[in-house]
């Protein structure tokens, strides 16, 4: 079970787990991350829509469905890292586990020091959608995001206490719409049994 404990905030989170107390400190992206990139290039037709044990590495893009996959690929470009859409759905930032492809429409945050994780991800997702160029197309490129400033802990065990708890949520959440997809399907096919046409 997890307890959180409300702190006196002075520019810091409200709720802390017990036992962390160092402040969190605020950075530019550019001085936290080894490497700002982007994906590649890939063409729909050389993927799998479902994985395989060839086609097994994920493939993100800028879409929201789907939690981003649009596909599984052969081969893999980053491993442990965090994505932000770059075009269309700009801003958008997630925590990436394992190996996985991401496309050109997705920026890469790398860090071999573990600052890749899923609190930094929520994190600056809290913020990265301020740096978003407004236009035809909204844009959050390399350069601007190496500037995008936000607060994490540097305690790596509260950032491993956190990103296990934000990560068990989101299982939770996961789980909660599969249940409720299950029930829409089971209302619609009643209806159709149930009410006369």
């Keep these: 079970m997890y307890k959180l404990l409300a702190v006196q905030a002075n520019g810091q989170p409200q709720l802390r787990f017990t036992g962390f107390s160092q402040p969190w400190v ?3 992206v550019k001085n936290v991350f080894d490497e700002i990139t982007r994906g590649q290039v890939l063409a729909v037709s050389k993927m799998s829509s479902v994985a395989t044990p060839e ?26 890292a965090i994505t932000w859409t770059t075009d269309g759905y700009a801003g958008r930032v997630t925590y990436r586990p394992g190996k ?11 860090s071999h020091r573990g600052l890749a994780n899923k609190v930094i991800a929520e994190a600056l997702n ?15 490129m390399n350069n601007v995001m190496a500037i995008v400033e936000f607060e994490y802990p ?38 159709q049994k149930v009410i006369v046409p």
């Design 100 to 110: 996985f492809y991401s496309t050109n429409v997705n920026g890469v945050l790398i």
């Design 55 to 80: 086609y097994q590495y994920p493939v993100y893009s800028s879409q929201t469905l789907n939690n981003g996959v649009i596909g599984y690929y052969k081969q893999y470009l980053f491993e442990n």
């Design 154 to 191: 540097v305690e790596g065990e509260e950032q491993a206490k956190l990103s296990t708890f934000f990560t068990e949520l989101d299982q939770l959440i996961d789980s909660y719409h599969r249940q409720l997809e299950l029930y829409k399907k089971l209302k619609a096919a009643l209806v």
């Design 26 to 28: 605020k950075e530019q």
């Design 126 to 140: 809290r913020v990265a959608h301020k740096y978003v160029a407004k236009g035809g197309i909204p844009k959050l």
